[in-house]
């Protein structure tokens, strides 16, 4: 009850934030640190609607170089201009990426490689809510492939680039990666069920299946911050929880009853300033240098669900990911990138 209380009233924790901080609040911090941003260059999935569009629009203020993957070409160039109509000068690419095809993921990286360009941060928010079954080119659920399978071979792809970029600079890499509360609906054996969902063994459950990916997302932190402590390397991985918000997750089933429930429960809901805030916080905040591998809740560290802090469960999610990837690959993937 008085963990509730406090998020009502947006009480700061022990950061100095909340669930009523924003985006542009949080990035004052580092803005005020290093003067600006203008030495970071950051991708961003997921930008042309949403927590993901205000993450970069935030990330444009404060002088940051964007690029802008998407799968409509037309949305990302839309969210540029927006971008470059409030800050004039603002650096931003848009490159075609649809995350749920793995081919496409390869394509991103290949392109984005050959731009030449230095990687700081890497925020993996885009997200898809599936409500019926529905699978991808690659015989992936569709949710779990769109949420986090292409997402963990993206990271994979630019983790060097992202680690040089460290290591020529001298400024701490960092990797974002966007999950949800939701995370902790899910238990169990969550390869089987992924085995079972993408094999029509079992009933299609919309909501489970997001919770499993989002569950990955946070396994895959988890993972991904060990590997990059073997590595050495000066890049950090952690996961956010932005809060409760209506986004375009749910604009294919607006309605009587989806009005309702947003209605009811609107004291609970952030406004997108505030849901972008903890993915800024992660991303910029000098309090966080050299912390990674933790979960994070309204510019807060918080304690993820016990299933998502098994290591043995990170692990295994880690090996299968990498055999997926790596089956779907074989072929299949040009060298180089087609021209746009």
């Known amino acids: 009850m008085l963990e509730t209380v406090k998020y009502l009233m947006g009480s700061p924790g022990p950061s100095g934030y909340g669930s009523k901080t924003t985006a542009e609040d949080v990035t004052a911090a580092a803005a005020a640190a290093c003067s600006d941003l203008r030495c970071i260059t950051a991708i961003v999935t997921g930008a042309t609607s949403g927590i993901g569009a205000e993450t970069a629009r935030v990330l444009a203020m404060r002088g940051a170089r964007l690029v802008l993957p998407a799968r409509s070409l037309k949305a990302a160039e839309e969210t540029k201009a927006r971008i470059a109509a409030e800050f004039p000068g603002a650096e931003v690419f848009v490159l075609p990426l649809d995350l749920s095809s793995l081919s496409s993921v390869h394509c991103f990286a290949s392109r984005f490689l050959s731009l030449r360009l230095p990687l700081n941060l890497l925020i993996n928010n885009a997200g898809r809510f599936s409500y019926d079954r529905a699978l991808s080119e690659d015989g992936v659920e569709m949710t779990f492939a769109t949420n986090y399978l292409g997402h963990f071979l993206l990271t994979k792809l630019l983790l060097e680039t992202m680690a040089e970029t460290a290591r020529a600079s001298g400024i701490e890499g960092r990797i974002v990666n966007v999950s949800s509360g939701i995370h902790g609906w899910f238990s169990g ?152």
Not at 219 to 241: D, F, P, S, W, Y
Not at 245 to 264: E, K, M, N, Q, S
Not at 325 to 330: G, I, L, Q, Y
Request: charge should be positive; aromatic fraction near 6%; proline fraction near 4%.
């Open 189 to 340: 054996d969550m390869l089987r069920y992924l085995d079972m969902l993408t094999s029509k063994k079992i009933a299609y459950d919309a909501t489970k299946a997001y919770a499993l990916s989002k569950l990955a997302n946070v396994l895959h932190t988890k993972a991904l911050a060990e590997r990059l402590k073997e590595m050495g390397a000066n890049v950090t991985a952690n996961c956010v929880h932005p809060g409760i918000v209506r986004t375009g997750l749910t604009r294919d089933h607006d309605g009587f009853i989806t009005d309702l429930l947003f209605l009811l429960a609107s004291r609970l809901l952030k406004t997108i300033p505030q849901a972008a805030a903890t993915t800024c916080y992660v991303a910029t905040h000098p309090a966080l240098r050299g912390v990674s591998g933790k979960y994070f809740a309204d510019c807060n560290e918080a304690a993820p669900s016990k299933s998502a802090s098994d290591g043995q469960a990170a692990s295994q999610l880690w090996r299968a990911s990498e055999a997926m990837t790596a089956e779907k690959a074989a072929g299949r993937f040009p060298e180089k990138p087609q021209e746009l």
